[in-house]
């Protein structure tokens, strides 16, 4: 460290505590002018503390930047982390450029370490100037790589948590080679160290969050994928039943015309027509049309998997859904575990039944929207306490979380309810949302 | 108390039609039914109603999905209002595959609309009414009423087993035959209406013409399809009595 006279050294430091504020300024989204305000205030004091004491300053500065910040961060923490992120990169140039500025002053003017420099009245201005002008070059390369670029919050506290461990170390060693009188060169090559090991340590932590943030979105576009093809699996499958449907109806209509002799229709023949028409179009082309109808699109992927699913098992499978639903007032993610639990409970149940039937009705009312999930069963049905207990299970242990699953994510809501009854051989869930206040 | 029919299908020649239907087959046989409205647009029918209180009634709402709606919606307006109120949809053939109404609206039949003998179908419904109202009465049949959702059920308290009180809060489940039933209820409302169930544990309200067997040791009281239930000491004394009362239960 170049040592200059103690009037010099107090402008230096209130040149580089305002070029502190203005970094502060260029890298967090600060605007509030009553902050800026409060910092001037202070600002006498302060430099009379970084005069004396580097690592006090540093950590009263961030309290005092909490402290101000404090209200605000309350009713939007969302800010909190990217001013944080901004805060703590502040210092760090605060604390580092400095240093080497007056490294690279002193190799270029060729002055000597540890002598004090008093005939130069230059110095400290060029000092400022260079201080300034790198932190200013690095804030910007700063700001347009990485705060520009918007980093998903969790990502932005693992770095905040880097930056500060770094500038912990940094102040300490500072303090530590201060106390035991180690200047100079020394200073300088630790904290090119520690810098440089830190650049290592946040650009491997970048990578890594690159690389997980890559194979999440992968495996979400791989299941979408999964959902996409059964989906297209269960269209094209139905344009080939549609195919021969038409084939045999042209024939059928054919058919009609050659037997009718005069005016007499043969009634018979025209009713098997119609018979046979309803039975394809009721039941066997448009079985699933109901699906275009609901446009919500997590739970028409899970439902278009678990019926196309279902008929591969061989069970029967009628879906309705009448009227278009965009909306339901419950939590997708809550909605697909439950729903997910409910099918994959009553296809359960239809397998071991001899009717073998699964239903899925999706009817909207005026106040609700209701979710009817029925199956045929086989046998007595247990009692529903049984069931809801958890650890029931007819399918053996380890597995009897549904129906208690359920009610847990149910528990605190108010406006889903989720009841359960049993007629003649058929087994029916009914999850019924309200359309009020969104939850 | 006289029957009343409401009409409404939006097809002014056909609803005359079927208008004739009604109203000659009630003469003819001289049914104690009434033809109250006739009507082509559904909003008539809702003034109607918010017009006048209508218990029991029978109504035949035409519903042709092509258009809006709005056959369903009279009949959800009408099952708000009136749970148990009887709807015949009058409906093509298609519409009879669904089985969201078959849910919502629960309705008595259908007529269906192609066909050609919608005169029997009609007629066909009224005879059923007549003899469900008129001639089999059975006012000692009492019904236990609730709503699972938005729908409605009647159960035959003939049929019921017993109740209990559901793990999930404010529900009970019914237990009969061949049916069990979970909805929103209070025991103790539900002790109050129905003074043939008998209130033997804080959680259970049974019926006692469904025992098949008590065990006073065990204090378990048996039920048809393998259900039971238990019962606390207080209430033995009153089983005891109500049984010997009847006299055909075996106790152990």
Excluded at chain 1, 30 to 55: E, G, N, R
Excluded at chain 2, 32 to 51: C, F, G, H, I, N
């Amino acid at each position: 460290m170049i040592l200059i006279d103690g009037a010099s050294y107090f402008f230096k430091e209130l040149f580089d505590l305002l070029m502190l504020f203005m970094l502060i300024a260029l890298l967090t989204d600060i605007h509030q002018k009553s902050f800026y305000f409060a910092l001037f205030l202070f600002l006498f004091p302060l430099v009379l503390l970084s005069v004396t004491d580097a690592l006090l300053t540093g950590l009263v500065l961030s309290t005092f930047v909490v402290m101000l910040r404090f209200k605000t961060w309350r009713k939007n923490g969302k800010r909190k982390f990217s001013e944080i992120f901004g805060l703590l990169l502040s210092l760090a140039i605060y604390s580092i450029v400095p240093l080497f500025s007056s490294m690279l002053v002193s190799k270029s003017l060729g002055l000597h370490f540890n002598v004090l420099n008093a005939d130069n009245p230059l110095l400290v201005p060029f000092l400022i100037g260079i201080d300034w002008f790198l932190s200013i070059v690095i804030a910007f390369i700063l700001k347009s790589k990485v705060i520009e670029r918007s980093i998903p919050i969790e990502n932005v506290k693992i770095y905040c948590l880097q930056l500060g461990v770094f500038l912990t170390f940094v102040y300490l060693f500072g303090e530590i080679l201060r106390r035991m009188q180690v200047l100079g060169i020394f200073q300088i090559v630790m904290v090119s160290f520690l810098v440089a090991q830190f650049s290592v340590t946040i650009f491997m932590t970048y990578l890594k969050l690159k690389k997980n943030q890559e194979k999440a979105e992968l495996s979400s576009l791989r299941a979408q994928m999964v959902v996409m093809n059964t989906y297209t699996a269960e269209i094209e499958r139905n344009y080939q039943e549609l195919r021969k449907f038409r084939h045999d109806y042209k024939n059928m209509l054919l058919a009609l015309k050659t037997t009718q002799t005069g005016s007499s229709i043969n009634e018979d023949y025209l009713n098997q027509v119609i018979d046979y028409s309803h039975q394809m179009i009721d039941h066997s082309v448009m079985r699933f049309s109901g699906l275009s109808n609901l446009k919500i699109s997590p739970i028409k992927s899970l439902l278009v998997v678990k019926l196309a699913h279902a008929e591969q098992l061989g069970l029967k499978v009628n879906f309705e859904c009448l009227v278009p639903l965009t909306k339901i007032n419950l939590d997708e993610v809550k909605l697909v575990r439950i729903l997910g639990i409910l099918i994959d409970n009553a296809v359960e149940a239809a397998l071991g039944s001899d009717a073998g039937i699964v239903t899925i009705i999706l009817i909207a009312t005026r106040e609700t929207i209701e979710i009817s999930i029925e199956n045929s069963f086989q046998g007595k049905l247990p009692s529903l306490s049984a069931m809801k207990r958890e650890g029931y299970s007819n399918k053996g242990k380890d597995r009897g979380l549904g129906l208690s699953n359920i009610q847990a994510i149910l528990a605190s809501n108010k406006q889903v309810d989720l009841s359960h009854y049993s007629n003649q051989g058929l087994f029916v869930s009914v999850l019924t949302i309200g359309k009020g206040e969104s939850v | 108390m006289t029957l009343p029919i409401i009409l409404c299908e939006d097809d002014i020649a056909l609803m005359s039609h079927y208008k004739a239907i009604i109203e000659n087959w009630i003469m003819i046989n001289d049914y104690d039914m009434r033809l109250v409205l006739a009507a082509t647009d559904p909003a008539e029918v809702l003034l109607y109603l918010s017009q006048n209180q209508l218990t029991n009634s029978l109504y035949f709402l035409d519903i042709d999905l092509g258009k809006q709606l709005d056959g369903i919606d009279v009949a959800q307006q009408v099952r708000k209002d009136n749970e148990f109120a009887q709807i015949v949809f009058i409906t093509a053939h298609q519409e009879l595959a669904l089985e969201t109404l078959k849910r919502q609206i629960a309705p008595l039949d259908y007529i269906v609309k192609d066909d050609r003998n919608e005169k029997i179908q009609i007629e066909t419904v009224l005879d059923g009414r007549h003899q469900q109202v008129f001639v089999d009465h059975r006012p000692n049949d009492r019904h236990l009423s609730f709503m699972i959702g938005t729908r409605n059920f009647r159960v035959d308290l003939t049929a019921i087993y017993f109740l209990e009180t559901s793990v999930t809060p404010h529900k009970v489940i019914l237990y009969g035959e061949n049916m069990m039933y979970e909805f929103y209820g209070k025991m103790n409302n539900l002790e109050e209406e129905y003074p043939e169930l008998l209130r033997v544990h804080k959680s259970f309200l049974i019926n006692p013409n469904k025992v098949t067997a008590v065990d006073y040791k065990s204090r378990t009281i048996f039920f048809p399809e393998e259900y039971s239930c238990s019962f606390p000491l207080v209430k033995a004394k009153i089983l005891k009595k109500h049984f010997d009362r009847i006299g055909s239960i075996i106790h152990k």
